[in-house]
């Protein structure tokens, strides 16, 4: 009958469907499989036969081995025990020997489970692992908003169909009894009556779309490379959901304490409302944020502090919650605005900022949303009486000092609040005591208990004291396909115009002249760091790479973009708007050629995401090493698909060497905050770093930059 045959069909295409998913999840499972075999090989083929030696603890005869021509860990896994004792003075037990330990070798090389995607090589392994990724991708995007519907349709298909059957056979109605005759006869109206209800047509129209988008798609790899560029921070974190992939568990929760960790894991994080996927420790640093109410979140650059802070907001609002406030320095108040429509659906943001502000603040109040206003604009804003359920600082190191102003409001409206949620890639600058601060205006009673020789007494007693309301992981702990970061020390020496440049500016006992003397030289041709950033740049866009160029000095960045030339797509400096500094860096990185970019360290150093970008370059060094870190962070972060090149340009005998040698003390005196197995997550500023060379005074910046004016002034024979 016509009816039982629509609804059998309906069922059939509604079994292959929803069975298109596992299927497509173990293709991709098999294509990691394959892209691990090959990188192992690739990896053997770059070992020297000595490694197997290592591998063995010493002892095996490889002479005649490297005689016959085999040079590496591959050659010997490919050449197999009879391969080996094929070969003039090889035999069974030196062949067994060999063999054992290159198995070894490659065991040891497939328990690192990570995949680093080859945008420059693209390798076919790694190809066919992006297109398993994007048919999964794209079967999950299209079926998981259909599968309740079709799930409930073919309950209630199955529920009448064999009841159904019997009116479509004559010989077995003849035989049925009369209530059996009466049920069948009502369960093929109801089928019938599904099968041609409006529901059903919807929903079988939207299946046909959806199938014919399915159609080929395994097998589709054109463009897959560009749209892992564009979003490979969806396809990696797809990978490691679907395959996965083991990271460091107590990096991944910042080492916060075992009973902390069992209330997290306990919590239910609602992310209904939240249109970004979340890696682990993302999950993990959002559920601490609600579990411990009043927090500062750390997570090193890069690593997405935005998503948990939205998932937070969002498991409020799902909640009930109403009202939710982001501060946050001008540079970046678009950046939240278009952050928070892009990965949520949080209704109503409101700009607290400019002209009509205060009309806005009203609205906000009576509807509802998300207002989002900067440091400055918050202090002219009236504390409404209503509940603001969370308040979000971000860059909270702006509110460091308890004395400013914009400090004393922040506070204010973080004391109204229920969470709070204090956020900063470096929230502890050169000092203990700034730490404090920010951990007392969350959690006062925490603050008082931190004491300045904390820092001092090591990480061990710095977590202890910071752990409830503290989390930071490092980019090196959870994120394991981000691409590796190159650094070069590129040295230049201060000869002709250049010398005279940086001599004149010592003899003016102006610090500030001395740091950019190097690119101010008549004319500028004869700069060399003029000279070798050019060449970097010119390489760069030779290889089809993007440029970002940092400097402190607004002199060395126009005398840069006219160096550049086209290359050139704009400067970014604090004079730009902030709504201008994002479109110019959307601009940028939507070009589809190489391009510089040349920012001013402050402006474009914090907030900003960059990974357009594969090559960085540092004009000169900053007095604080968190400054560099940021921008480089903006391109080495999630989302970065390319290995990272950073390149500081430096002069040897001047200012710059003097810099880094106190640069490199405090670096020696943060190792033990970053490095430490047993505390990731400090940061390298958690200790006072005051008083390098003596430890009764505090030296500061001012003075470091008389000392290095007057050791220079010596070096020349100027004080003589």
Known sequence: MRVLSRAARFRSRAAALLGFLPPAERNVIAAYEKERERAALQQMSNMPLSTLKKAAGGGLRLGAI????????????AAGRRGLESIKG????TSEQVTAASLEVEAALRKDPGVRFDVAGRPAEQTSLLSALRALEAARRNIEPLRSRIEGMTRAVEADMKAARLEANPVRRSLAGRRRKEAGRAALERLAALVDSPAASALGSEMTKVEQRLSGLPNRVSGVWDDYAARSVAYNGL???????????DASQGFVPKEIVERIRGFDLDTSLLGASLRGYQSFGAKFALVQRRIILGD????GKTIEALAVLCHLRSHGARHFLVVCPASVLVNWEHEIRRHSRLERIWRLHGAGRDRLLRQWVGRGGVAVTTFDTLRTLDLPHIEITAVVVDE????????????????????RSKYSLLMSGTPMENRVEEFRTLVNHVRSDIASTIRATDGIAGADAFRKAVAPVYLRRNQTDVLDELPPKVETAEWSRLEGAAAVSYLQAVISRNFMTMRRAAFMTDPPEESPKLRRLVEIAEEAADNGRKVVVFSFFLKVIRRVHEALGPLSVGTLTGSVPAPQRQL?????????????????????????NIQAASVVILTEPQWKPSTEEQAIARCHRLGQVRPVEVHRLLTENSVDERMLAILARKSALFADYVRSSTMKDAAPEAVDVAGLESKEAVVSQVEWERRIIELERRRLGLDV
């Open 66 to 77: 490297e005689s016959a021509g085999l040079r590496t860990v591959a050659d010997v896994r």
């Open 90 to 93: 090889v035999g069974p037990h």
């Open 239 to 249: 990978l490691i959901e679907v395959v996965g992939l083991g990271l460091d568990v």
């Open 300 to 303: 090193e650059m890069g690593l």
């Open 396 to 415: 909270a190191h702006y509110v460091k000092n308890p004395d400013a102003i914009r400090t004393r409001a922040v506070r204010s409206w973080l004391s």
């Open 584 to 608: 110019l860096v959307d601009r940028f990185s939507a070009l589809r050629r190489p391009a510089v970019l040349i920012s001013q360290i402050q402006a474009g150093g914090v907030g900003l």
